[in-house]
């Protein structure tokens, strides 16, 4: 489990590093945590002639609130933006599912952008991101683009960055209210999910429902909370669509069982929480 | 002061907690050392065509390719215990034979460069039919894995104690059930570690590896080295990052860095990652057994029958099949049953070879055993703990002779069952059963009774053989422990002792035992476990493993300090001018009993030891080193009747849980668990304690966790720790631990093993529960959530008529990344604007972490 030979370059800056990314294209991986890449690496899994080693820079080691949204630079760790003071109020699903984010330890070297830019299916900041409707955004030295959070996540570990695009931070649209809900089945703690389920309600009317670990990314929609007493139904017509997929720890017949169990359930502790 | 008995903190946590051990990656390595890669077989079954290494050895810094021709020609295959042509090396010859296995070895500059040059060794396979389930590999037309076996099924022995035929003919009914006890291993944080150099001026070979013993399988590397044992130096590093059993199947690896370091002349150094570790270092074996009580109507076991076949997976690699054969004495676990029929089998299959894990063929019987219990009570409708009780074996028939021979040495089976459910511990257990079964919830109650035994006897593996068999290879049994005393000129005391270091606290307990017969502090003796079995006094009994440290080790480190007590006193004696008899140790001085004041310092009498022979009584041996040496008679061979003592000491544990289904999750929670041991006298009763706490967390990773699954090819499913789940603290229910120390007559501590006894309980005592819970039959391990719905879930509930949905529709566009559906007002939801100077791409790999 040792790495192909590859060249290490830590940019100072982030025009460096887009300068890199655009010199290197495919053959570069950026490196944030380190958290899946480093094992990925470590099995030749991925075998980059450069690695672009983001993590110190500090122009993107940020968090702070723009507008209606909270920025996230793409060198803030998992446990930074978990501690970050403001996180309660302004992103509760995200102060929610934070801690179910692999494990302390991880979380000090994990980053937010990492996680986002891995697009594993059932990891629980990409289902965050989905169900706010957030936005992540892209610099090259071709400029900057700004995605919504389904137009970047394509599918199973796939997404809309270009080979030579650096993911600079996401963005969270901050949340009008503090009624929410969130709640997965793992193994065990700190696994990445069997699935997970995530209900916040928007303004008085109306609910974002997101589900992970059910399809090759997470599944988002939006419903009327007067309609919000046929959940069971929602839920069940939402097993069907999904499918769900079989591994080691869950059929898809035993996901789509635990969404229609699960679904309901969650969606009914948003409702339970005070306005 | 002197502490034993007591629970001293572990001397050996001040340097692991910070992070001063000495494990074996971290030592110096000689300079010009080689770094070594194994080439692992993808292939189930295959043949092996060809090996090209060409391009690999021309990659700089490769120094060599080592391939099963190679150790074909250097080694000679590892000894069986089995008269049967299952030929292994330390490489695959011909054929591999799971996937995994070892298949070539690169020696480079770098592990970097041997990892880049094992890319370019080209090998040409033909892959053949493999055969992974047990039952299949025994059928006729199975593929055969060591054709001149011309079976898979290579060892069948049947054995018959009592009158088995007459007690289920004079039984009112009888019970039957199969169980199936899955493949795990209890993973240490550190893997194999190797160096090994060779010395062409005297033929020899010096190796440092993380080996944990037993030392009987030194003798099987020399022989595979082709060298006298003394020509295979081994040591063993200081500290460990743990074992459970699987150190010792570093022994392959040892005897392979052994060769490339000889073919390269160079040290070669060999650290397994964790990848190789999960897929190819060793697990236990799963047993597929059906067992049969013959029974009364009040649920008293007459008679029982018992047909275990263990799977070993490809090679029956030595001690195997200890497994199967270190209960065989207490086959009958903690019941009085007179009568019991056992048949063994082996077969291999195309799977990663088993071994020792803690338990060692504990979990496999106690699963049986206990299911079956609990199925007399249900089929029966009786109560388990009656029936538990009704079958214990009584008090008062201690010492007591199993029907397949094994002595177990004391006990109180029923004060400890007794105990454990007094004080409202079993009142509580119902009530919370009642409670959960009133709101809905499926709950259950498991109870388990449980023999540990500790120290094995080296002889048990031979039951494996016929009588006539035996006859011919000789006598095996015993197991001999070892421990040398030394003291300084100054009074130091130092001990050195034939186990490895594990992790269990060996270094403290044996302070503790030698301080307390030289009236010192444990703190001031100095225990060392570094193994050298180039310089210190072993057998092939040594090691850690099978619980032989509390009724082994410790007692010779009882008899060394002894000695070295008497050689003191007797020194003192003539000094002080009193009799030996009146000394006394205390507080640092030797002293007579009667008048404290006529007293020397320790250190002046040893001392004089050193110094001045001259002074000492007449006919002493100059000199402060005293090896103790303990070999209990009662370990004997197996008679010819095949009845066999298989250990020295057996203690008890008592468990009982609650355990609850969460209907929604298909998760078990074991809700309570209380866990009554008795393992004599406790030496250190926190050290104990820990021993507990660590055997029964691995026994609930059994129960719910770890499996090591495969496919029908033979691929591992379950190859890293995404997959093979080991529970961490946080899934790991509460413990409550409760003792009794009925002392073992046979042992001058008193003390039985204590540390693989709730392997052995737990996951039979969960199973019990759960069985309960869902008024199951079959219960497989692991009870994961997937086993449990595909057990209890049913049909899939159809689509309720009337929602016939507009089934949920993306709303933003793409697939299911942002969509919305209204069932009553329709809400506005404007999409997140996506401002695009650039064109979009396709679907493109993450590449950012």
Request: aromatic content about 6%; glycine content about 8%; proline content about 7%.
């Amino acid at each position: 489990m040792k790495p192909r030979r590859f060249d290490y370059v830590r940019p100072d800056s982030t025009d460096e590093a887009v300068a890199v990314l655009a010199e290197y294209g495919d053959a570069a991986s950026v490196l944030a945590g380190g958290q899946s890449l480093m094992a990925m690496l470590n099995l030749r899994v991925a075998e980059p002639a450069v690695l672009v080693d983001i993590s110190r820079l500090m122009e993107l080691d940020y968090v702070r609130v723009a507008d209606d949204k909270i920025e996230v630079g793409a060198a803030v760790t998992q446990n930074r933006l978990k501690d970050w003071p403001e996180l309660a109020g302004k992103l509760p699903l995200v102060a929610a599912a934070l801690p179910f984010v692999g494990h302390f330890q991880t979380r000090n070297k994990g980053t937010v952008c990492g996680s986002i830019a891995h697009a594993d299916p059932s990891s629980e900041i990409p289902l965050a991101l989905a169900t706010l409707g957030g936005e992540v955004v892209l610099r090259s030295q071709r400029g900057m683009r700004v995605l919504g959070a389904p137009e970047f996540q394509r599918g199973m570990l796939t997404t809309a960055r270009e080979p030579d695009e650096l993911i600079v931070a996401v963005r969270f649209p901050v949340q009008s209210t503090q009624r929410l809900a969130f709640r997965e089945v793992a193994r065990r703690h700190g696994d990445f999910a069997i699935i997970a389920v995530a209900a916040c309600i928007e303004d008085g009317h109306a609910m974002r429902i997101g589900v992970g670990g059910m399809a090759d990314r997470p599944a988002v929609l939006q419903v009327a909370i007067d309609g919000v007493a046929a959940a069971k139904d929602i839920f069940v017509s939402l097993a069907r669509e999904l499918e769900g997929y079989d591994d080691l720890h869950a059929s898809a017949r035993f996901r789509r069982d635990l969404l229609r169990q699960i679904g309901p359930a969650v969606v009914e502790e948003a409702l339970r929480c005070a306005a | 002061m002197t502490g034993l008995g007591e629970p001293l903190v572990r001397k050996e946590d001040p340097a692991l907690l910070s992070g001063r051990g000495r494990y074996a990656d971290d030592l110096p390595v000689p300079n010009g050392t080689l770094h070594a890669h194994v080439i692992r077989s993808p292939h189930a079954h295959a043949k092996i065509l060809r090996i090209d290494a060409t391009e690999a050895l021309a990659l700089p810094g490769v120094a060599a390719v080592i391939t099963g021709e190679d150790v074909r020609k250097l080694t000679d295959p590892f000894l069986i215990a089995l008269k049967q042509p299952v030929h292994q090396w330390s490489l695959a010859v011909e054929r591999a034979r799971y996937v995994g296995e070892a298949v070539a070895l690169v020696v480079a500059e770098s592990r970097y460069v041997a990892e880049d040059a094992a890319e370019l060794v080209a090998i040409d396979y033909e892959p053949e039919e493999a055969v992974i389930d047990p039952i299949a590999a025994c059928g006729k037309s199975a593929p055969l894995l060591h054709p001149a076996c011309k079976t898979n099924e290579i060892s069948v022995r049947k054995f018959a104690y009592g009158d088995t035929t007459a007690a289920f003919a004079a039984a009112d009914r009888t019970v039957a059930l199969m169980v199936d006890y899955p493949r795990l291993s209890f993973t240490p944080l550190e893997c194999y570690v190797v160096l090994a150099e060779y010395r062409p001026h005297d033929n020899s070979y010096d190796v440092l590896a993380n080996f944990q013993g037993p030392f009987s399988t030194h003798p099987v590397m020399a022989k595979a080295l082709r060298v006298p044992g003394a020509k295979l130096r081994l040591r063993i590093p200081p500290d460990s990052g743990g074992s459970f059993g699987i150190k010792l199947s570093v022994f392959p690896y040892i005897v392979l860095t052994a060769v490339a370091a000889k073919v390269t002349g160079r040290p070669v150094k060999w650290v397994e990652d964790r990848a190789e570790h999960l897929l190819a270092a060793s697990s236990g074996p799963n047993r597929i057994t059906r067992i049969e009580a013959a029974v009364t109507r009040e649920g008293r076991i007459l008679g029982l029958r018992l047909d275990q076949l263990e799977d070993y997976g490809a090679f029956l690699r030595a001690p195997m099949p200890g497994p199967l054969y270190r209960m065989h004495g207490a086959v009958t676990g903690a019941y009085d049953i007179p009568n019991v029929d056992v048949t063994n089998r082996i077969v291999l299959t195309n799977k990663m070879p088993a071994s020792l894990i803690r338990g060692f063929g504990g979990p496999q019987l106690y699963l049986a055993i206990e299911r079956l219990v609990q199925r007399i009570a249900v089929e029966l409708g009786l109560d388990h703990l009656d029936v538990i009780r009704r079958n214990l074996i009584p008090t008062e028939k201690f010492p007591y002779r199993t029907a397949a021979g094994a002595l177990y040495d004391s006990g109180d089976y029923m004060r400890a069952v007794a105990t454990a459910i007094a004080d409202g511990r079993l009142d509580d257990l119902k009530r919370r059963r009642d409670a959960a079964r009133a709101a809905g919830k499926p709950y259950g109650i498991g109870f388990a009774a449980v023999v540990e035994p500790g120290m094995s006897n080296m002889g048990y593996l031979s039951t494996l053989l016929t009588a006539d068999a035996r006859a011919r290879a000789g006598p095996k049994n015993g197991a001999v422990s070892m421990v040398t005393v030394n003291i300084d000129p100054l009074g130091a005391v130092s001990v050195t002792a034939d186990v490895t270091v594990q992790g269990q606290g060996h270094q403290t307990v044996l302070s503790q035992i030698v301080a307390d017969r030289l009236g010192l502090n444990p703190a001031d003796i100095e225990v060392m476990l570094e193994m050298d079995t180039g310089k210190d006094p072993w057998s092939i009994a040594a090691g850690t493993y099978s619980c032989r440290f509390s009724p082994g080790t410790a007692v010779a480190a009882h008899v060394a300090a002894t000695r070295m007590r008497d050689k003191l006193a007797a020194i003192a004696a003539k000094q002080l001018n009193i009799l030996p008899d009146d000394i006394e140790f205390a507080d640092g001085q030797v002293r007579s009993h009667y008048n404290p004041d006529n007293a020397l310092s320790f250190g002046r009498i040893a001392g004089t030891a050193h110094w001045s022979p001259a002074m000492l009584p007449d006919g002493m041996v100059p000199g402060l080193s005293e090896t103790g040496v303990w070999s209990p008679p009662e370990l004997e061979p197996p008679t010819s009747d095949d009845r066999i003592n298989t250990s020295l000491t057996y203690g008890f544990i008592f468990d009982m849980c609650g355990a609850e289904l969460d209907p929604m999750t298909y998760t078990v929670r074991v809700d309570r668990y209380v866990s009554m041991h008795d393992a004599g006298i406790l030496l250190n009763p926190l050290i104990a304690d820990g021993q507990i706490y660590g055997a029964f967390a691995q026994g609930v990773a059994a129960a719910l966790y770890e499996e090591f699954v495969y496919d029908e090819n033979g691929s591992l499913l379950s190859g890293s720790f995404a997959d093979y789940l080991v529970p961490t603290v946080g899934e790991i229910p509460k413990l409550e631990i409760l003792h009794q120390q009925t002392p073992s007559p046979l042992t001058p501590l008193g003390a039985k093993g204590i540390a693989e006894g709730n392997c052995m309980s737990t996951p039979a005592c969960i199973a019990n529960a759960v069985a309960d819970a869902l008024g199951a039959k079959d219960i497989s391990l692991p009870i994961t959530p997937l086993r449990l719905h595909a057990l209890l879930a049913g049909e899939e509930a159809p689509v309720p008529l009337g929602a016939s949905p507009p089934s949920p529709s993306p709303l933003a566009g793409e697939g299911w990344g942002g969509g919305s559906r209204s069932i009553g007002t329709p809400v506005p939801h404007s999409p997140t604007p996506t401002p695009d100077p650039s064109p979009q791409g396709g679907g493109e790999q993450a590449r950012s972490a």
